[in-house]
T-cell receptor, first 111, second 114 residues
């Protein structure tokens, strides 16, 4: 079963705009990770945020985590056509190593 | 190698046949994971190895699915008596272990059961 839910399911924006994707989950977690997937194949790890962290940055990526609301957001600034992909959040529940993924947000950047 | 590799990249088989999917993790990573992804869905956990032993196999759908990692490195996912519903992309990931759970994924094996 899938724990996380991404919102929106699909997002289409113009190149240069910012893209924001949200993720909600159900159980207490150790970490939350964001992944990108192109063309339905391998997932690329973007960023990991620990349960005791509230915000993290990596290049054009900004991730926030609100454990009281069991939610996270991924912000991509100054989007590029190459950012077109599906984005997934994944959580590992306390005491478990397996990742539980949401259904993903399909992001399209229009040139 | 630099990343996780999986072979074959594509596998087409007939219903009822046996298949093996191979995963080579990142060198030095003690933890290895198998996931399955159906079209339009996020990956779903199958099994997790810490070293040679299966630490969590709660995601295996039934006893037709089995995985091994005999030397703590390469892993093989084995599916017996394949069914059309087994068609999916099978993803392998590895990580440095319990305290470091950033999981790095391979390109996947697309399995098609006719």
């Amino acid at each position: 079963s899938q724990q996380g839910e991404e919102d929106p399911q699909a997002l289409s924006i113009q190149e240069g705009e910012n893209a924001t994707m949200n993720c909600s989950y159900k159980t207490s977690i150790n970490n939350l990770q964001w992944y990108r997937q192109n063309s339905g194949r391998g997932l690329v790890h973007l960023i990991l945020i620990r349960s005791n962290e509230r915000e993290k940055h990596s290049g054009r990526l900004r991730v926030t985590l609100d454990t009281s609301k069991k939610s996270s957001s991924l912000l991509i600034t100054a989007s590029r056509a190459a950012d077109t992909a599906s984005y997934f959040c994944a959580t590992d529940a306390q005491g478990a190593q397996k990742l539980v993924f949401g259904q993903g947000t399909r992001l399209t950047i229009n040139p | 190698g630099a990343g996780v590799s999986q072979t074959p990249s594509n596998k087409v088989t007939e219903k009822g046949k046996y298949v093996e999917l191979r995963c080579d993790p990142i060198s030095g990573h003690t933890a290895l994971y198998w996931y399955r992804q159906s079209l339009g869905q996020g990956p779903e956990f199958l099994i997790y190895f810490q070293g040679t032993g299966a630490a969590d196999d709660s995601g295996l759908p039934n006893d037709r699915f089995f995985a091994v990692r005999p030397e703590g490195s390469v892993s093989t996912l084995k599916i017996q008596r394949t069914e059309r519903g087994d068609s999916a992309v099978y993803l392998c990931a590895s990580s440095r272990g319990r305290a470091y759970n950033e999981q790095f994924f391979g390109p996947g094996t697309r399995l098609t059961v006719l």
